[in-house]
């Protein structure tokens, strides 16, 4: 019929009447393909019965005008299948179980998704969705790598059961406040760095805490993590709001360095199970003012280092200080350590622990220069042990108190 009308239409126009052949070619479409145009806007681009969408089905080139998507019946969203619809705004898949790797990736104008019983999303699956506002999926219990990454206008996620968030889930959500995962147990390598917006993280069940996870979350103001064992490298790095951190259960700090380095206005923290501070992990955390770890035998490379508040430290289990642990602590006036005096590094007596130091290179200038004003407390009894551990390693304390 479409095809009858078409060639009647052609033999009817003048050849020369472009202006007149363009306003009934547009006509013809308009009213005699209803179907395409409505497609075009909303419904769903594969029969109603389908249970699956195939990979890279409508990716890009092959992608539809669609506006909106509903698919009631489909249950599984191939790789890529969505990638690259740029015209896409919402979708709604009710029944769907499964999103595959970067389903939906690069759908700029992504606006409104609705998969209240997908229990898998996959790898970079709505990645650099960039007007996705909102994210509930109730039922989902894993989030792969880059799944949200990119997602600029991101502002809320509800994620109940989630068990674990994979590498760079989150990153570059710059839109993203307050976030809270009751169930999750893991969160990945870089998972919400550079989230800028981001003020409160609550993780009751968290127990490992990768690299550089919330890296750069420069407005993070609270975080709860009250049963995490292990702190990978970075993970709190370049945090500035953060004022107050509590792990009560962390026992691993030192896998990885700098986990919260240059956390400008941190003032006090709380670990009284870690067994180490590991290597430069509150380096520049230039508003801390007093440190307690009970249980922590060793004080690493540079762990303190640049903490220009310091003001008291208490390390009572410490067998071990490595180099400028407390390098440039210029406002550090008392110290207590256990009662056996701790070993200095694996260097010789010159190894640096309460110097200044010069200039970008390290170098130290004297270590007495800060342990010249320091008044060390140690247990009763061993203030001989102390006093010889002093001058083996050429240090000057302006005291040594038994208390």
């Not at 249970?51 to 009631?72: D, G, H, M, R, V």
């Not at 370049?238 to 003032?267: D, Q, T, W």
């Amino acid at each position: 019929m479409k095809k009858t009308l078409f060639v009647t239409f052609l033999r009817g126009t003048h050849q020369n009447d472009t202006k007149h052949l363009k306003s009934l070619l547009f006509t013809l479409i308009l009213c005699y393909s209803p179907l395409f145009y409505a497609n075009a806007q909303t419904g769903c681009p594969v029969a109603h019965s389908t249970k699956a969408i195939s990979n890279l089905q409508f990716k890009e080139e092959k992608c539809p005008t669609f506006i909106e998507i509903e698919c009631n019946e489909v249950e599984n969203i191939g790789t890529e299948s969505f990638s690259g619809c740029t015209s896409l705004k919402s979708v709604s898949m009710p029944n769907a179980i499964t999103i595959s790797n970067g389903a939906f990736y690069e759908c700029h104008n992504l606006e409104n998704v609705s998969f209240p019983n997908v229990k898998s999303v996959g790898g970079w699956a709505f990645e650099d969705c960039r007007r996705l506002e909102s994210v509930i999926f109730p039922n989902a219990t894993t989030i792969k790598h880059s799944t949200f990454s990119g997602c600029a206008g991101l502002k809320s996620v509800s994620m109940p059961n989630a068990i674990t968030i994979d590498t760079m889930a989150f990153e570059y959500c710059t839109s993203l406040g307050y976030v809270t995962f009751p169930n999750v147990t893991t969160i990945g390598f870089r998972a919400f760095m550079d989230c800028s917006s981001l003020k409160s993280a609550t993780f009751p069940q968290v127990k490992w805490i990768e690299n550089c996870a919330f890296d750069r979350c420069d407005n993070l103001e609270s975080v709860s993590f009250p049963n995490v064992l292990e702190i990978g490298g970075g993970a709190f790095s370049h945090c500035y709001s953060l004022v107050s951190v509590s792990f009560p259960n962390a026992k691993n700090i030192s896998r990885g360095m700098s986990v919260f380095s240059h956390c400008r206005r941190l003032e006090s923290v709380s670990f009284p199970m870690a067994t180490s501070t590991g290597w430069f992990t509150f380096s520049g955390c230039s508003s801390l003012k007093s440190v307690s770890f009970p249980n922590a035998d060793t004080i690493g490379i540079s762990s303190f280092r640049d903490c220009r508040s310091l003001e008291s430290v208490s390390f009572p289990s410490a067998k071990r200080i490595e180099i400028n642990a407390f390098g440039n602590c210029k406002s550090l006036k008392s110290v207590t350590f256990g009662a056996t005096p701790p070993s200095l590094g694996d260097g010789p007596k010159e190894i640096f622990v309460f110097s200044y130091l010069d200039g970008a290179d390290g170098v130290s200038k004297d270590n007495n220069d800060i342990a010249q004003n320091i008044t060390l407390y140690v247990p009763k009894g061993s203030l001989e042990a102390y006093k010889k551990w002093a001058t083996d390693n050429n240090l000057e304390f302006k005291a040594i108190v038994e208390q």
